[in-house]
């Protein structure tokens, strides 16, 4: 047996945080969330697999573009032509609602399309007995605990849980109540961050296949999931079609400003990558590369230098200042920052993403508020200069 599972597609999803990105670059961004999907649906076909999870937020709304629904339908008929099954859960983003499809499913996609569990019953060419349980959301949130509803394995050969979700109020769970219930393998969505939370069972976030901000980056794309015996071995194949990179060079070489110029001609990449190009060793450039950095113009310029597969999006210095900045505002004002910031609401908000990972979140106690806003009350005062104490190094 071998499936592909897949999660967090977000069809709709627009690249965030660029601006004046080159035309010809712009087309590349256009098609790229379609190109990915059908990068999808060739490695499905090219690796022969029984069948395929989508582990919700396919769509990054719950209402999806009708553009966007014909090219996803499309796909998955390529994937009935060849005979291979989709089983479909929605998130929180995609949360189901009938009406918002203008278009019929194809008949080889079975939808979890209900807050209640239920198990679906398949069997491979091979003649291996499959059961695949999940539920999908009809809200933005879930806060019960739906694990609690999944029976255990079946007389299956495989079970095969689907699970959106990981902690409130995305329907929450532990890693050891998964175990406990005997399945096989637990293709898991929410998380865009690849991540490996078990291997008695494989408890597996493939990660969003592709990025749309500047934190999805070293993505591991889908995952293929092939039987040897009686376990599930898993493998990432990648299917993004633009790549989001961080990149440092060093000026340590450089001694006017136009040798900037051909060294940024000669950056390559293997695929269309938003590029953050970071400069180190800048001290024979001194203050006017920092002036041109600031003022936008360096980045423009090299745009004009640059592949015509990158789109270089933001430039930064690494290099720390000798001296530390000075905020017009009272030293008070940071004390009742903090004050603020250790609010339970507030601080859960700041801290949203890390809060939905299963391993961290029982460690995000009061203590660890408390200690959060210490060491950044220190570090600031560390980093900066206050009205008051401008003088004072």
């Not at 749309?212 to 993004?240: D, F, Y």
């Not at 009742?336 to 890390?354: D, K, V």
Request: glycine fraction near 6%.
């Amino acid at each position: 047996m071998k499936f592909l599972h897949a999660a967090d597609l977000h069809l709709d999803r627009s690249f965030e945080g660029l601006t004046n990105v080159p035309e010809y670059f712009q087309k590349q961004l256009v098609t790229a969330n379609q190109k990915m999907l059908k990068n999808i649906v060739d490695t499905a076909i090219t690796q022969a697999v029984d069948f395929v999870l989508l582990a919700g937020d396919t769509f990054h709304q719950n209402r999806p573009t009708l553009k966007t629904q014909r090219y996803f339908f499309q796909e998955m008929d390529r994937l009935a032509e060849a005979d291979i099954p989709v089983f479909m859960n929605f998130g929180n983003h995609d949360f189901y609602q009938a009406d918002r499809y203008w278009f019929a499913f194809p008949e080889n996609i079975q939808l979890f399309d209900d807050e209640r569990v239920e198990t679906k019953k398949f069997v491979t060419k091979a003649g291996e007995q499959v059961g695949i349980t999940s539920f999908s959301y009809q809200h933005p949130t879930i806060e019960a605990a739906m694990l609690e509803s999944f029976p255990h394995k079946g007389a299956v050969d495989f079970q095969i849980g689907m699970y959106h979700g990981g902690q409130l109020p995305y329907a929450p769970f532990q890693v050891t109540e998964l175990a406990a219930k005997g399945y096989d393998y637990w293709a898991l969505g929410h998380i865009h961050v690849p991540q490996v939370l078990s291997q008695q069972p494989y408890v597996i976030y493939p990660g969003t296949p592709q990025g749309h901000t500047q934190k999805e980056i070293n993505l591991a794309g889908v995952t293929i999931v092939e039987s040897q015996g009686n376990q599930l071995l898993p493998r990432s194949i990648p299917v993004e079609v633009i790549r989001w990179e961080r990149r440092t060079l060093s000026l340590a070489g450089i001694r006017q400003p136009r040798e900037l110029f051909p060294l940024v001609r000669r950056l390559a990449v293997d695929k269309p990558t938003l590029l953050h190009l970071e400069f180190s060793d800048t001290g024979n450039l001194g203050e006017e590369l920092a002036y041109q950095v600031a003022s936008g113009e360096l980045l423009e310029a090299l745009q004009e230098e640059s592949s015509q597969e990158i789109c270089l999006w933001q430039l930064s210095l690494a290099d720390s200042p000798t001296e530390r900045p000075y905020l017009t505002v009272d030293e008070k004002l940071v004390d009742q920052l903090m004050a603020t910031y250790q609010t339970p609401e507030i601080f859960s908000e700041l801290l949203n993403e890390l809060e939905q990972n299963p391993q961290l979140h029982s460690s995000m106690n009061q203590e660890f508020r408390v200690d959060t806003v210490t060491l950044l009350k220190e570090k600031m005062a560390q980093s900066y200069r206050f009205r008051g104490n401008a003088d004072v190094d």
